[in-house]
């Protein structure tokens, strides 16, 4: 019992736990349809492509994975969401498109500009939001979730705006390269896995991730310990910022246009729970990036079991919400304090126990 007791309270038991779960439901299912076991975990090349739906769930789920890291770092050092990032995302891949399409626009197959200022456009947009953001956060001290509401409701209509209300189509496939496939790898999970490899690297061989927790734990005494938290988190939310213009950039390019009104559609809730799900405390403080890209490709996993089941995709959210209500109820201190108390008078009923048998 003392051997289980340390293992789920390990940081990456929760997310390691619900991925586990959501393959069995999977092996179970097709178990029950006929089909052998491994079928889930079937890899095979198809039109010199990579399929399958290990693969398709890595590719589908590499927008909320990259959005998942700069969502884990903000809930750190501010303790609060970052909640315009799928705005955030439509905005960015409108202006990019607009850029590339150019006079053709509302279609185009020719790149108005040469590819890299789309690209680089898309990731400006991306930090200025995020600075945006991380302005009224650390420097005015606004509520996280009420500073980032205004680019909530507003990225998507500036998006709107940028494209003239109308969905933009690049077709070109220098830009359908960034959510296609590079030989049989599709992009995306190159992109996600170059974007974890970068911030694991800046986080592990720099002293900014352990800054990042200081501040989410006490941002006053880490002021006073010489740390400038202001700094800290506004950098938090640039870094949130250029991971929601990557996302935006690698949706917009997966279906060659801006489509401003659907991009990053409830991503931002998508995002949230990956870090919920990967063991991370909402409150602040210490994380674990590698519970959050966990819980990314979970919530992927979910979304692609709930289809597999026949379950309609109007229905996702609901089970989305439920999971997110349960880890924060989990998460709260009176319900910790709840389960603490329950354990020490288990303890003190056995020590009873013991003496009496003594």
């Given at each position: 019992?003392?051997?289980?007791?340390?293992?789920?309270?390990?940081?990456?038991?929760?997310?390691?736990?619900?991925?586990?779960?959501?393959?069995?439901?999977?092996?179970?299912?097709?178990?029950?349809?006929?089909?052998?076991?491994?079928?889930?975990?079937?890899?095979?090349?198809?039109?010199?492509?990579?399929?399958?739906?290990?693969?398709?769930?890595?590719?589908?789920?590499?927008?909320?994975?990259?959005?998942?890291?700069?969502?884990?770092?903000?809930?750190?050092?501010?303790?609060?969401?970052?909640?315009?990032?799928?705005?955030?995302?439509?905005?960015?891949?409108?202006?990019?498109?607009?850029?590339?399409?150019?006079?053709?626009?509302?279609?185009?197959?020719?790149?108005?500009?040469?590819?890299?200022?789309?690209?680089?456009?898309?990731?400006l947009?991306?930090?200025?939001?995020?600075?945006?953001?991380?302005?009224?956060?650390?420097?005015?001290?606004?509520?996280?979730?009420?500073?980032?509401?205004?680019?909530?409701?507003?990225?998507r209509?500036?998006?709107?705006?940028?494209c003239?209300?109308?969905?933009?189509?690049?077709?070109?496939?220098?830009?359908?390269?960034?959510?296609?496939?590079?030989?049989?790898?599709?992009?995306?999970?190159?992109?996600?896995?170059?974007?974890?490899?970068v911030?694991?690297?800046?986080?592990?061989?720099?002293?900014?991730?352990?800054?990042?927790?200081?501040?989410?734990?006490?941002?006053?005494?880490?002021?006073?310990?010489?740390?400038?938290?202001?700094?800290?988190?506004?950098?938090?939310y640039?870094?949130?910022?250029?991971?929601?213009?990557?996302?935006?950039?690698?949706?917009?390019?997966?279906?060659?246009?801006?489509?401003?009104?659907?991009?990053?559609?409830?991503?931002?809730?998508?995002?949230?729970?990956?870090?919920?799900?990967?063991?991370n405390?909402?409150?602040?403080?210490?994380?674990n990036?590698?519970?959050?890209?966990?819980?990314?490709?979970?919530?992927?996993?979910?979304?692609?079991?709930?289809?597999?089941?026949?379950?309609?995709?109007?229905?996702?959210?609901?089970?989305?919400?439920?999971?997110?209500?349960?880890?924060?109820?989990?998460?709260?201190?009176?319900?910790?304090?709840?389960?603490?108390?329950?354990?020490?008078?288990?303890?003190?009923?056995?020590?009873?126990?013991?003496?009496?048998?003594?």
């Open positions: 019992m003392s051997k289980l007791k340390k293992l789920t309270k390990q940081q990456l038991f929760l997310p390691i736990f619900c991925m586990l779960l959501v393959l069995c439901v999977n092996i179970v299912y097709d178990v029950a349809q006929g089909r052998d076991f491994y079928d889930f975990f079937k890899i095979y090349i198809q039109n010199d492509m990579l399929n399958g739906r290990i693969v398709n769930i890595l590719n589908r789920g590499s927008e909320v994975a990259i959005l998942a890291i700069g969502m884990t770092l903000v809930v750190s050092a501010s303790a609060g969401t970052d909640i315009s990032v799928g705005s955030v995302m439509a905005l960015s891949a409108g202006v990019c498109c607009t850029l590339l399409a150019g006079a053709a626009a509302p279609q185009a197959t020719e790149l108005a500009v040469p590819l890299i200022v789309g690209v680089l456009a898309a990731l947009v991306g930090c200025v939001c995020g600075a945006f953001n991380g302005a009224l956060v650390a420097y005015l001290n606004i509520q996280p979730m009420v500073a980032t509401l205004i680019l909530w409701t507003a990225a209509a500036i998006g709107l705006l940028v003239n209300n109308l969905i933009v189509y690049v077709r070109n496939d220098s830009f359908a390269m960034f959510g296609g496939y590079i030989g049989p790898i599709p992009t995306p999970i190159i992109i996600a896995a170059i974007c974890i490899a911030i694991t690297v800046v986080l592990k061989k720099s002293a900014m991730g352990m800054y990042i927790q200081s501040v989410g734990i006490n941002r006053r005494a880490s002021r006073i310990a010489g740390l400038n938290s202001q700094k800290i988190i506004f950098l938090c640039v870094l949130c910022g250029l991971c929601a213009g990557i996302a935006g950039l690698v949706a917009s390019s997966r279906i060659t246009s801006a489509d401003t009104n659907n991009i990053g559609l409830n991503f931002e809730m998508d995002a949230i729970l990956a870090v919920a799900l990967g063991g405390s909402l409150a602040g403080g210490r994380f990036l590698a519970g959050s890209i966990i819980g990314a490709y979970t919530i992927q996993a979910i979304t692609t079991t709930m289809y597999n089941l026949g379950v309609s995709s109007a229905v996702n959210p609901v089970f989305k919400a439920v999971i997110v209500i349960l880890i924060v109820a989990v998460q709260a201190p009176p319900v910790k304090a709840y389960f603490k108390k329950l354990s020490a008078k288990r303890q003190a009923e056995k020590k009873v126990k013991g003496a009496v048998g003594v």
